[in-house]
Each structure stands twice: as structure tokens, then as C-alpha cells.
């Protein structure tokens, strides 16, 4: 005898979906009770307390809007209920609306009936993990997280409605926003966080291997194929799939990434066996995909199955209280990585970096503040050392020993050219020998710099 898994309230005016959810549900343990309209719901809920409800979106008043769908779960919510959105395939606006307005998850007429079991086992038998999950917010955070202004407050609010789910994500923003580190944090607050967490930089991939770095190939299956390769769905299986920069996957492999989130099925380049897959995928870009619609770029249905929610993180010049955070943050790994001790920011540094535009953003506040740790030398870093774009030479360098500012231009040098000597002697208009004597004199490793490419 099956395990009882809890009650179910399926509210649908359309009896044969009634009695179909009943079937499957009750075959699986599940208790059911129904309800055909908003008066048998709120007889149903106050006699029975269901576990969860799977409500559906359109009842008599109309067969679009979803208008009445949305009132009985203003109510349910608010009664503390767990509620399924079931709404007709494209109608994800209106299920947008709806997880906005408290829901936990939809599911798409005709339901694929696998993800909806598995929804349902989330919710009642998952709870205590995502509780965990929203309550323990040091515990899931991943390093370098930080969510400290009023923007970010709001974000954190979103996340926890829409992590725990598996619909798809489009997450928008600048270049160095965070991307990644926001596809981690949806990961990290779902429930795969403990299944695989595959990342795909669509941007470094050759257009000719598109198909294989997504599905994998057979030995053989094309020029160079002296070994078979795993793809990134297979490799996501039950977990994650994070696509950065989707804007640059070519017209003619979008079908078939389109297929694979319709359909969860795809064959390995180089054979005719289709294979499944189970994967949540998240996708970033900077790209205005909308336009690249217009233009013929990118397929209008695959956007649609990509942004079921769209995500958008601000960029670092709108969420200022973040910044001495971040940069505490960074000034902790990069002291630690170039084992410079204690180092500190002066008052006036962190005026200064919480005063700068940043157009390259936290990605541009991190190399910053790797370059001042390096050409630190009495454990405080002042605002002249951080040496930012829109500074004067003059207020760069202040009035200070020569010796002084010439070890912090070879440093500098150095880093931003990550150790190739060439390059660092040329930019300061000396000799190699010459960079090399001063090297000397300062006591710098070049490894410290990056890797040996001379």
C-alpha cells in the first residue's frame, strides 16, 4: 500500500481535467479533493486544509484573462496555501503574474506528467529544505554575494519565489554585473542545489562546435572527433544548465536548443539515438535580444522559452550601498593571494570608489582593488593608489619620494599586462634589461603578475 503523500485540492472547472489529475494523483499516493468554482474552493479549503492546490487559471468568467484565477489565489495565498498554477501552453504572462502574486510553480496544459509529479514531491515533501534555504541565507550564499541596497533587497525578494522552482531564467545586465554570480545564487537557493551546476560561455565557443559543446558527439562524427565528448546537457542532468552570453548561439543550432527545452530530448552529433535530459537552465546576456529578434538574429519562440522570467541586475552605479562591502570583500582574497597581511582602505579611497561611475562594474571594482593590494606598501591603500580612470596624473602620484611612484608604475605595468615583460617595458618606455634591474631593485617576482609569456 502507497505511503500517503498528502492532500490535494485540484480546482478546475472542466471535469475531465478533474478526473484525469485525480487518476494520476491518487495512482501515486496523493489524497484528492475537487472543486469546480471559487465557492466550492473556499468549501473544499475550509473543510479539508489541503496540502496543496493546483488551480487553474481560467474558470467562467472568461477563458483568457485569468482575472478569477487570479482572485482565488490572492485568497489562498493569504490563507498560507501552497498553490500550483495550471494555465494553457503560452500563457506565460499570466503565469509570470501569478508567481508574482505568490504561487510556487506552473505547469502547461497538456502537463508533462514527470515534472508535474516531481513539482508536487518539491513542495510537500521539500519543505523543510526551502525553508532552510530562505532562512539560512549565510549558508547559500556564494562568495561574493552581496545584497546590501535597496535593489539588490528587492532581488533577494524575487529569488526566493523564483529559485525553488525549475522555470527557466533570462537574467539581463552590463558587462561585470554579476551574471554568473547570480546564476550561482538561483542555483544554490533551488532545489538542485545538490545535483550538478554546469556553466556553458556561449561567447568562447567557435561557431562549429556550438552543437557539440551543447549536446556532445560520437568519435568520429566530424573532422578531429578522434574522441567521443560528453555535452553540457548531459553533463547538467538533473541540474543545472547555465548559458552565458545566449546572444551569440548561431540561427542554425537554435532549433535544436529549442527542442531540448520543449522536449527535454536530443541526439549526440554523429549518431541517431535521442536521448533525454532534465536539466533547469538559466541564460545571461548583455545583448538586447528583442532587437536581434527584429533583425532575424535570434528565434522569437526560443527567447520565449528562455526568459519565463527575465532577471534584471543592476548595474554597480545604482547600488552604491554595495560598494564597500564588495570591496572589503576583494580586498580580503587579494591581500590573502599576495600574502600582503592586513590591508585597509584610507577613508578617502572608499569615498572615493563609492563616487565612481564604474562602467566596467564589480568586475572593473575587483581588478581595481587587486592592482592597489599590490602596490600597497604600509598596509592602508589611499585614494591616489587606486589610480581610476578620470583621475589626473597629478592626483595620482601627489607629492612623494620618485623612488616610491616608480615601484608603483612598475607594478602597475606589470599587472596590467600580466607579467609579459615586453609589453610593461615598452608602455613605461624603457628597456627590457632596464624593467628588469627595477624588478630587481623592488624585489617583484614577475609570476606574481601572471603567466610567463615572453
Given at each position: 500500500?502507497r505511503?500517503?503523500?498528502g492532500?490535494?485540492?485540484v480546482a478546475?472547472?472542466d471535469?475531465d481535467?478533474?478526473?484525469a489529475?485525480e487518476l494520476l494523483?491518487c495512482?501515486?499516493?496523493?489524497r484528492v479533493?475537487?472543486?469546480a468554482?471559487?465557492?466550492e474552493?473556499a468549501?473544499?479549503?475550509s473543510r ?8 487553474d487559471m ?8 485569468g482575472e478569477?484565477?487570479?482572485e482565488?489565489?490572492?485568497s489562498l495565498v493569504q490563507?498560507?496555501?501552497?498553490v500550483?498554477l495550471?494555465?494553457?501552453?503560452g500563457?506565460?504572462d499570466?503565469a ?7 504561487a510556487?510553480d ?7 506528467k514527470?515534472r508535474?509529479?516531481q513539482?508536487?514531491?518539491?513542495q510537500?515533501?521539500g ?5 532552510a ?8 550564499t556564494?562568495q561574493g554575494w552581496i545584497a546590501?541596497s535597496?535593489?539588490?533587497q ?10 525553488p ?6 537574467i ?9 554570480q547570480l546564476?550561482?545564487r538561483i542555483?544554490?537557493?533551488s532545489y538542485?542545489s545538490e545535483?550538478?551546476?554546469v556553466?556553458m ?7 562549429t562546435?556550438?552543437?557539440?559543446e551543447?549536446f556532445?558527439h560520437?568519435k568520429?562524427a566530424?573532422t578531429d572527433?578522434?574522441?567521443?565528448r560528453t555535452g553540457r546537457?548531459e553533463?547538467?542532468?538533473?541540474g543545472t544548465?547555465?548559458m ?6 548561431p540561427?542554425?543550432?537554435?532549433p535544436?536548443?529549442?527542442r531540448?527545452l520543449e522536449t527535454?530530448e ?5 549518431t541517431?539515438?535521442?536521448r533525454?535530459?532534465n ?11 528583442n532587437?536581434?529578434?527584429?533583425e ?21 552605479r545604482?547600488?552604491?550601498?554595495d560598494?564597500p562591502?564588495l570591496?572589503?570583500h576583494f580586498l580580503q582574497a587579494?591581500?590573502?593571494?599576495y600574502?600582503?597581511?592586513?590591508v585597509?582602505l584610507s ?7 563609492v563616487?565612481?561611475?564604474w562602467?566596467g562594474n564589480?568586475?572593473?571594482l ?7 593590494v599590490l ?8 585614494s591616489?593608489q587606486?589610480?581610476l580612470?578620470?583621475s589626473s596624473?597629478?592626483?595620482q ?10 615601484a ?7 599587472l596590467h599586462?600580466k607579467?609579459h615583460?615586453?609589453?610593461a617595458a615598452?608602455?613605461?618606455g624603457?628597456?627590457r ?6 624588478m630587481e631593485k623592488f624585489a ?7 603567466p610567463?609569456e615572453?
Amino acid at each position: 500500500m502507497r505511503r500517503d503523500q498528502g492532500l490535494v485540492l485540484v480546482a478546475d472547472d472542466d471535469e475531465d481535467i478533474r478526473l484525469a489529475l485525480e487518476l494520476l494523483l491518487c495512482s501515486e499516493g496523493y489524497r484528492v479533493v475537487e472543486a469546480a468554482d471559487g465557492r466550492e474552493i473556499a468549501v473544499q479549503v475550509s473543510r479539508h486544509r489541503p496540502d496543496i492546490v493546483l488551480l487553474d487559471m481560467n474558470f467562467h468568467r472568461d477563458t483568457t484573462s485569468g482575472e478569477e484565477g487570479l482572485e482565488y489565489l490572492q485568497s489562498l495565498v493569504q490563507q498560507g496555501l501552497k498553490v500550483i498554477l495550471m494555465t494553457a501552453w503560452g500563457s506565460v504572462d499570466l503565469a509570470v503574474r501569478g508567481m508574482k502574486s505568490g504561487a510556487v510553480d506552473f505547469i502547461e496544459k497538456p502537463w508533462d506528467k514527470s515534472r508535474l509529479l516531481q513539482i508536487m514531491q518539491q513542495q510537500l515533501q521539500g519543505e523543510r529544505i526551502a525553508d532552510a534555504v530562505v532562512s539560512s541565507p549565510v549558508k547559500t550564499t556564494n562568495q561574493g554575494w552581496i545584497a546590501v541596497s535597496p535593489s539588490m533587497q528587492e532581488l533577494e525578494l524575487m529569488l526566493e519565489q523564483l529559485a525553488p522552482t525549475d522555470a527557466n531564467i533570462l537574467i539581463l545586465g552590463e558587462n561585470g554585473t554579476g551574471k554568473s554570480q547570480l546564476a550561482k545564487r538561483i542555483y544554490q537557493m533551488s532545489y538542485r542545489s545538490e545535483a550538478p551546476f554546469v556553466t556553458m560561455n556561449m561567447g568562447a565557443v567557435p561557431a562549429t562546435l556550438f552543437e557539440s559543446e551543447l549536446f556532445g558527439h560520437a568519435k568520429g562524427a566530424f573532422t578531429d572527433a578522434r574522441e567521443a565528448r560528453t555535452g553540457r546537457f548531459e553533463l547538467a542532468n538533473g541540474g543545472t544548465l547555465f548559458m552565458d552570453e545566449v546572444g551569440t548561439l548561431p540561427l542554425d543550432v537554435q532549433p535544436k536548443l529549442l527542442r531540448v527545452l520543449e522536449t527535454g530530448e536530443y541526439e549526440i552529433l554523429g549518431t541517431s539515438q535521442t536521448r533525454s535530459t532534465n536539466v533547469r537552465v538559466i541564460s545571461a546576456t548583455n545583448a538586447d535580444l528583442n532587437t536581434s529578434v527584429a533583425e532575424g538574429r535570434f528565434r522569437q519562440d526560443l527567447l520565449f522559452r528562455l526568459n519565463t522570467f527575465v532577471i534584471e541586475l543592476p548595474p554597480l552605479r545604482d547600488r552604491q550601498e554595495d560598494i564597500p562591502p564588495l570591496a572589503e570583500h576583494f580586498l580580503q582574497a587579494f591581500s590573502a593571494k599576495y600574502n600582503k597581511g592586513q590591508v585597509q582602505l584610507s577613508n578617502d579611497a572608499m569615498q572615493r570608489l563609492v563616487e565612481h561611475s564604474w562602467p566596467g562594474n564589480i568586475r572593473e571594482l575587483s581588478h581595481v582593488i587587486e592592482r592597489s593590494v599590490l602596490i600597497c606598501r604600509d598596509g592602508i591603500i589611499q585614494s591616489s593608489q587606486l589610480m581610476l580612470a578620470g583621475s589626473s596624473t597629478k592626483q595620482q602620484v601627489g607629492l612623494r619620494p620618485l623612488e616610491e611612484v616608480e615601484a608603483e608604475l612598475v607594478e602597475a605595468a606589470l599587472l596590467h599586462y600580466k607579467g609579459h615583460i615586453s609589453k610593461a617595458a615598452q608602455a613605461l618606455g624603457i628597456s627590457r634589461m632596464a624593467l628588469y634591474r627595477r624588478m630587481e631593485k623592488f624585489a617583484l617576482d614577475k609570476q606574481d603578475f601572471g603567466p610567463d609569456e615572453d
